[in-house]
């Protein structure tokens, strides 16, 4: 089994699952917990970073699904295998209570539902205007 959650690294608290870094670039703060876990494969990339959402969105999704649903589950199971939790909340820097903010954790969870049928819930706070979901 394996529950997907999403979050931003500043609100994370471990209660909520096993944190895994999905950016490109590690965390430049102290964090008050461990972050052992880290799937590269799932970070944007940096070509298409900075481009407008529509933009972005394509090729992100596109990177998606040329790795697939399989191959995506596989490595998140390795995780939660390990860490003895089936509860992985997927972390990158974006406060998306923020009016007009969006993020690739919010695209990979819509291309996840799309593709396995099963909802990636965000755990902090969002702008119900300026996300994507």
């Keep these: 089994m394996l529950t997907l959650f999403t979050n931003r690294f500043q609100a ?12 490109l670039g590690g965390v430049r703060f102290k964090l008050p917990y ?19 959402e529509p933009e ?3 090729a992100y999704r596109g ?4 790795l697939g649903p399989e191959r995506i589950a ?9 860490e003895g939790d089936h509860r992985l909340v997927l972390l ?3 406060d998306l209570a923020k009016p007009g903010l969006w993020c690739h954790r919010r695209t990979f969870a819509a291309w996840w539902k799309e593709r ?3 909802e990636v819930r965000e755990l ?10």
């Design 92 to 94: 990158c820097f974006e």
């Design 34 to 52: 461990s972050l052992t876990h880290s799937v590269r494969e799932l970070a944007p990339r940096r070509d298409y970073l900075s481009t407008p």
């Design 56 to 58: 972005f969105t394509t």
């Design 116 to 118: 396995t049928g099963d």
């Design 124 to 133: 902090s706070p969002m702008d119900q205007q300026g996300t994507l979901m």
């Design 12 to 23: 994370f608290q471990p209660p909520q699952g096993v944190p895994v870094r999905i950016t």
């Design 74 to 82: 596989a490595r998140l199971r390795q995780i939660a295998e390990a």
């Design 63 to 66: 990177d998606l699904d040329q």
